[in-house]
């Protein structure tokens, strides 16, 4: 069965700190995999997403993520957080075949102390 | 360009009662998709579609109807509302199916 699993709820950084937030999914075909972020009461925002190519990928806002297949991984990372980036971070993965259909993972919620 | 639009922001239900929550783009976008989100569940797939006049089951379609007269519109129909449907409800359109990009959600409560 297709799967993602984001293994924190909830974690807590310095503000200024490394930031990396587990992905992993369980996928039958060449995955898509994605990074979305949700502020609070807000809708859901793309950081970066993951097709095909190079398996180290941009976003916005400083993120990047790296896809390894050999541990069904897609973590994001950011080298300095900021106080702006507390909010949940979903992890999500489709496939080209699937008419966009998205499949999430629980979310993990970040927080940043100053 | 307002990208993904969604009304209301919010609605009240009694059990029973029906509603349609209305989600409109207007970046021709063909894929369109709706999404529940419940806490600590992410996002599920209620219905989807890849363009005007289709549209397909997701993950979670019990007690709703979609249709898709349009590249712009595509409401989700509650036709009897359950307390289980209380949920925050997410519109997402893209240009391929692959690419979603979300509205900013209607918060819907059924007592």
């Known amino acids: 069965a297709q799967s993602v699993t984001q293994p924190d709820i909830h974690i807590t950084v310095s503000e200024g700190a490394s930031l990396e937030l587990r992905c992993n999914y369980s996928?039958?075909?060449?995955?898509?995999l994605f990074w979305y972020v949700q502020s609070p009461g807000q809708g859901l925002q793309l950081l970066l997403k993951y097709f095909s190519g190079d398996t180290l990928v941009q976003g916005i806002k400083g993120f990047e993520a790296e896809f390894k297949r050999s541990q069904s991984s897609f973590n994001l990372r950011k080298p300095s957080v900021h106080w702006s980036d507390a909010a949940e971070y979903f992890c999500?993965?489709?496939?080209?075949?699937?008419?966009?259909?998205?499949?999430f993972g629980q979310g993990t919620e970040l927080s940043v102390k100053p | 360009n307002a990208g993904v639009t969604q009304t209301p922001k919010f609605q009240v239900l009694k059990t029973g009662q029906s509603m349609t929550l209305q989600c409109a783009q207007d970046m021709n976008h063909e894929y369109m998709s709706w999404y529940r989100q419940d806490p600590g569940m992410g996002l599920r797939l209620i219905h989807y579609s890849v363009g005007a006049g289709i549209t397909d089951q997701g993950e979670v379609p019990n007690g709703y109807n979609v249709s898709r007269s349009t590249t712009e519109d595509f409401p989700l129909r509650l036709l009897s509302a359950a307390p289980s449907q209380t949920s925050v409800y997410f519109c997402a359109a893209g240009p391929r199916r692959d690419t979603q990009y979300f509205g900013p959600g209607t918060r819907l409560t059924v007592l």
């Open positions: 999500a993965v489709g496939a080209k075949n699937q008419g966009g259909k998205l499949i």
């Open positions: 996928y039958g075909a060449t995955p898509y």
